[in-house]
């Protein structure tokens, strides 16, 4: 088959199109036709060689997978050929240690990000993923465009519903709105009954995030204290709950928007910088900080319905052929898509310009 393959990190040139031997299934494998693969800064901290932690090169990149089952290994009880799928962002997880028994499978100490570890990845005409981490799409639902449900909406659902647990009427700040999670947590949050406030130093996204579900949009320039306009925004209270895709380059501005009593979910850290901060600033205002990982199966169930319904929608840009895999990384790294951007290892580029 041919897939994207990185050998060492780099800049774009060490993503290459290579042939590699097809998927072959081991028992709980699932052989998934791969419809489309969403373009993740995940991927690019990968490549980049950013993120070091949980990866093994050669790899074949890309968590974010939607596609038609071609063939499924000897144990696999819930899936069979012909079936429209999609995946959670892990490949392995053990399903017996305390966090796969108890809805915490991606803190399983022996799950393996798919596009991190080897050459099992979405940027490819195949990929082989246990059952485990293996969602059915629903009738009616676009096959190509919920690759991004797991990533892009259901770490989102997770925040919002789960960790966060919003409530009807709290005012929801969304950092880096513009963003491929920020455009999907205005519609959760939304979704979910809150005041949503989008911030964003993209002037050209304000509509996208009005469409979305954004309340309010906060324009500001890049590394100017925000915080005085979501004072302003929510009569000098702040806002009950951040979901922060930014961290570190706007942390004393985010931290200032927060009401007495707010929880800070932490999603996206952008840049790999520390920060000086006295924790004395959260806890005398009676504020937390939160952490949310990646998408339990469950929650990309429940995300999957959400879309059936057409409660939430998954924003896709822009779509590349496998062979254009390198200009989608530079437009995701340079900020030009909104939403999330799809490789589509069957279409050719001419296919996907008409
Ligand atoms: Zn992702
Ligand atoms: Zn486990």
Not at 7 to 36: C, F, H, S, Y
Not at 110 to 130: P, R
Not at 200 to 217: C, D, F, L, R, Y
Not at 253 to 266: D, E, I, Q, V, Y
Request: aromatic content about 6%.
């Amino acid at each position: 088959m041919k897939a994207i393959v990185v050998r060492q990190p780099g800049g774009v040139e060490v993503m290459n199109l290579e042939t590699v031997p097809d998927p072959q299934p081991k028992a709980r494998d699932v052989v998934i036709q791969v419809e489309a693969c969403g373009v993740c800064m995940h991927d690019v901290a990968v490549r980049d060689g950013t993120l070091r932690r949980g990866v093994q090169m050669p790899n074949i990149l890309g968590h974010e997978i939607s596609g038609t089952v071609v063939a499924v290994g000897s144990d696999v009880k819930r899936f069979r050929a012909g079936q429209r799928v999609t995946t959670v962002q892990r490949y392995h997880i053990c399903g017996a240690c305390r966090f796969c028994r108890s809805g915490y499978e991606p803190l399983c100490a022996e799950k393996k990000f798919t596009g991190d570890w080897g050459m099992v990845g979405g940027y490819a005409e195949y990929v082989a993923i246990e059952d485990d981490n293996i969602a059915e799409v629903p009738d009616g639902v676009p096959l190509a465009e919920v690759a991004i449900a797991a990533c892009a909406i259901g770490t989102i659902f997770n925040a919002v519903r789960d960790v966060g647990k919003v409530q009807v009427g709290e005012a929801v700040l969304v950092t880096g709105a513009g963003g491929g999670l920020g455009v999907h947590a205005l519609q959760v949050a939304n979704a979910f009954g809150a005041y949503v406030i989008a911030q964003t130093s993209s002037p050209q996204k304000v509509a996208i995030m009005k469409a979305n579900g954004a309340h309010e949009v906060i324009v500001h320039a890049r590394g100017e204290d925000f915080s005085p306009q979501v004072m302003a925004a929510t009569k000098g209270l702040g806002v009950d709950v951040i979901i922060d895709n930014v961290g570190t380059p706007q942390f004393t501005p985010t931290r200032k928007s927060l009401a007495k009593l707010g929880r800070w979910l932490m999603i996206g850290q952008l840049t790999g910088d520390f920060v000086p901060f006295n924790p004395a600033q959260l806890f005398l205002r009676g504020q937390s900080m939160l952490s949310v990982t990646s998408t339990t199966r469950a929650q990309l169930e429940d995300v999957l319905k959400l879309v059936q319904r057409n409660i939430l929608r998954p924003v896709v840009d822009k779509s590349f052929a496998l062979d254009d895999a390198r200009t989608a990384h530079q437009l995701v790294e340079s900020g030009q898509v909104t939403g999330r951007a799809l490789i589509r290892p069957w279409q050719s580029a001419a296919s996907l310009a008409a």
